[in-house]
């Protein structure tokens, strides 16, 4: 016992030190969940096997070890909390109570009855490899249980009787697993009720052990009642959460759809139309996939359609996070109308996984075994670049080298990828990996990603290349206000350097459902809460504002909104959004000229395209209808913000006044198809593109917006019309060119229509 303390607090001593290790968190709770209950097995079963006691003291002696280095791990993660801060102490003890608290005691027992039949080996060389490999028996079946789920099934997340709770994507911050971590532990209390019976009813003999009546045939059955309720709770685990299987996750769905290639598994929320939308669209952007590789993907892809991001998290444990299995051929993404913002990224791993290695099809060291995310993430960004980006790769990678902020390659193609921010990783390896497909082609690109070593496929290691790589980009031209985009963007520390992220994250969160609901006193407790963890967080900073706006104190919130405009140590797009949301009051007060006076200074310093878009539609109204229409849109009223049922009335006076004016068209075209009506936004769109729009932005978004609803529609006619519009545009940006034709593919209507004559354009004009 005294050598397993020992062990104990030099291990949760060390991995203390890590970042967001240090005090009590689910980090915390997972690495004490993998510690302990190695430790006391193997601690109990040398305990046992020495002094051979009956099972019932063997039993006892269990509880008391695994409690003691439970509890002492515990105080070590305190002791942290004292050194590093604490962010959420009693969350952060119910995880350890509920996780590898139960899970040592269970490991303990196992333990005590490894030491007990080791008892009987007399050389004391096998009783030796019978302790350790017995008492490592278990926590490591168990791993590989929770393996074998997340291979053989879309579940990422896990429940282990020993280590407790594994959430899966690291990109999920926000985690509420304590009610399902309850019912779970409520099969372990069960078990170990089961085991104690057991052991009063087991005595050591001169000839082995041997079963005891004790008479209390009441207590006995109590006791085979625990047993086979915890069978019952670990059979019907995935009606509690505690797993999933592909059957339980049909099921749960409801419904099946399928195109040419893709197999689509649905939610019963999602309109069949949208599914069979989906579906169509999946097959295109495998397509394109394998357009991009020069390689044929698997014949068919299985895509699971979820309603929403709670009923993804619950049923395979990805909220957010978007996820692909290239060796299931599967891919695990939310419902977002037509075109889908990520299926083509994650049909990308899919189809990289034809030429991926190992078990998982994917890259990396060892066969795969290791992953590199690098590779990995790298492959599927620069495939499927995001269609909504105002910028190219290059120009994102080129703000980064100005910032002095691109970070050397070989810490992207490793597992360092994750010490990055997000945002900076997957765009340093999306854009390397296109720059390697430019530069070497597809195959390269495919040799790579299966382990070929890049001096075998180019004749040049990663350094050169990357000296090659920053060469190109110095060529790449960016306008300043894209660099202040770019700090906005890559300017954040990475999750393991951001002090309390799942707590701030949470508290956010609440912060913001409280204040959507007017509950201002308490939205305003939470920010200051993520400010007392998190004090340079700008969203809250901006949440507190928005408190004094809800609560009707428009100069508490001219004076919030015009200190934060003037904070020297805001980015200065965050100071621009404290001057748009200054303008945002005026024009909902009606000083039309204040408001344009704003929007025009937030205008000069920004450069994406969808915002200078809605700037434009702000500073449009030169009467009270169209201010109207845009504050009830846009803005909304002071309480309950932003009404497009309000709207939709409002701009349909405005068009009826103003017959020869687009936008009202344009703007309920754009709602209505965000909405689900796709044919009555084709038809307002059409009636914006046939009037007057002053904005060319908005020009250009109603024709891509049309283009849209004319692939979602199969009207391949219109589809076709405002493609051709979009390629004679000469002011179409690079990137926004680029998902033009990307669209256009995927709708199958780009040999249509003639291509535009080539522009002098170049890399990055805006």
């Known amino acids: 016992m005294r050598i397993a303390s020992v062990i104990c607090a030099l291990a949760f001593t060390a991995f203390g030190f890590i970042p967001q290790f240090g005090g009590p968190g689910y980090e915390s709770a997972l690495a004490a969940g993998l510690v302990l209950p190695s430790l006391c097995a193997l601690a109990l079963a040398c305990e046992v096997s020495a002094r051979t006691p009956q099972p019932r003291q063997a039993f006892g002696r269990a509880l008391t070890i695994s409690a003691w280095l439970a509890a002492l791990g515990c105080l070590i993660v305190l002791l942290h909390g004292v050194r590093v801060g604490f962010c959420d102490v009693l969350w952060g003890l119910e995880l350890y109570a509920l996780g590898p608290l139960p899970g040592a005691v269970l490991a303990g027992v196992w333990g005590a009855a490894v030491g007990l039949l080791a008892a009987r080996v007399r050389s004391r060389a096998r009783r030796r490899v019978w302790l350790v490999a017995g008492s490592f028996a278990a926590p490591f079946a168990g791993v590989l ?78 006791l085979g009642l625990c047993a086979l309720g915890s069978v019952a709770l670990t059979l019907s685990g995935s009606s509690f959460g505690h797993y999933s299987t592909a059957s339980s996750i049909v099921a749960s769905l409801g419904q099946r759809v399928s195109a040419k290639r893709c197999d689509v598994v649905y939610s019963s929320a999602i309109p069949a139309s ?34 929403n991001e709670a009923e993804k998290g619950r049923l395979m444990g990805a909220s957010s996070t978007y996820i692909a299995k290239p060796w299931r051929r599967e891919i695990y993404v939310q419902y977002a109308p037509y075109p889908h913002p990520v299926v083509g990224h994650e049909l990308a791993h899919v189809v990289a996984g034809s030429f991926g290695v190992g078990p998982f099809r994917v890259s990396g060291p060892l066969g795969g075994l290791i992953p590199d995310p690098g590779r990995i993430e790298g492959v599927a960004v620069a495939a499927s670049p995001g269609d909504a980006d105002d910028f190219t790769l290059e120009q994102w990678a080129r703000t980064l080298l100005d910032l002095e902020l691109l970070p050397p390659l070989a ?37 790579w990603y299966g382990g070929d070593e890049l001096s075998a496929i180019t004749g040049r290691d990663l ?33 393991f350097g951001r002090p309390c992220p799942r ?60 200190a934060l405009a003037k904070a020297p140590e805001l980015a200065v797009l965050e100071r621009a959004s404290a001057r748009e949301a200054e303008a945002d009051l005026e024009l909902r007060r009606g000083n039309l000229d204040q408001a344009r006076a704003g929007y025009d200074e937030v205008a000069a310093l920004v450069a994406d395209e969808d915002r200078l878009r809605t ?47 687009g936008l009202p068209h344009y703007l309920l075209g754009k709602n209505l198809y965000g909405h689900g009506h796709a044919r009555e936004g084709a038809d307002e769109l059409d009636q914006a593109i ?77």
């Open 145 to 222: 249980v929770s393996f074998a789920r997340f291979y053989t099934s879309p579940m990422v997340f896990a429940f282990d009787p020993f280590f407790g709770y594994f959430s899966g994507p690291l990109y999920d911050t926000v985690l509420d697993p304590v009610g399902t971590l309850l019912t779970y532990r409520a099969g372990t209390a069960l078990t170990l009720l089961a085991l104690a019976g057991l052991s009063e009813h087991v005595r050591r003999g001169e000839h082995g052990f041997v079963w005891v009546r004790l008479g209390r045939p009441g207590w006995t059955a109590l």
């Open 274 to 307: 949208e599914a069979q939308l989906f579906a169509r669209d999946c097959d295109a952007e495998l397509a394109e996939a394998e357009r991009y590789f020069a390689t044929r993907g698997p014949e068919h892809v299985r895509a699971y359609l979820f309603a």
């Open 411 to 447: 810490s992207v193609f490793r597992l360092g990828f994750l010490g990055q921010n997000s945002a900076t990783a997957y765009t340093v390896a999306g854009a390397f990996v296109s720059f390697l497909h430019e530069r070497f082609g597809a195959v390269a690109v495919r040799r």
């Open 463 to 495: 350094a050169a290349l990357e000296r090659e790589w920053r060469s190109s980009l110095s060529t790449v031209k960016v306008s300043e206000a894209l660099l202040h985009e770019a700090r906005v963007r890559f300017d954040r520390p990475a999750l």
């Open 503 to 562: 707590i701030v994250d949470r508290l956010e969160g609440v912060a913001n459902q409280k204040l959507a609901a007017l509950d201002t006193s308490g939205a305003r407790a939470a920010f200051d809460g993520v400010l007392r963890l998190e004090p340079h967080n700008v969203a809250a900073r901006f949440g507190l504002v928005g408190c004094s706006v809800k609560a009707g104190d428009a100069e508490g919130a001219r004076r919030g909104y015009e």
């Open 615 to 661: 700037l434009d539609v702000k500073r449009t109204p030169r009467n009270e209808l169209e201010r109207r229409g845009v504050v009830e849109l846009l803005i909304g009223d002071v309480r309950l913000g932003p009404s497009w049922d309000l709207a939709a009335i409002s701009l349909t006076h405005w068009a009826e006044q103003e017959p020869l004016d």
């Open 690 to 766: 046939a009037r007057r729009l002053e904005s060319s932005r908005v020009r250009r978004e109603a024709l891509r917006m049309r283009l849209i609803s004319g692939c979602a529609l199969a009207d391949l006619d219109a589809a076709a019309s405002a493609l051709a519009a979009l390629r004679a545009d000469p002011d179409l940006n690079q990137a926004r060119r680029a998902s033009v034709e990307h669209l256009a593919r995927r709708c199958e209507i780009s040999s249509r229509v003639p291509s535009a004559p080539e522009t002098t354009q170049g890399h990055g004009a805006q």
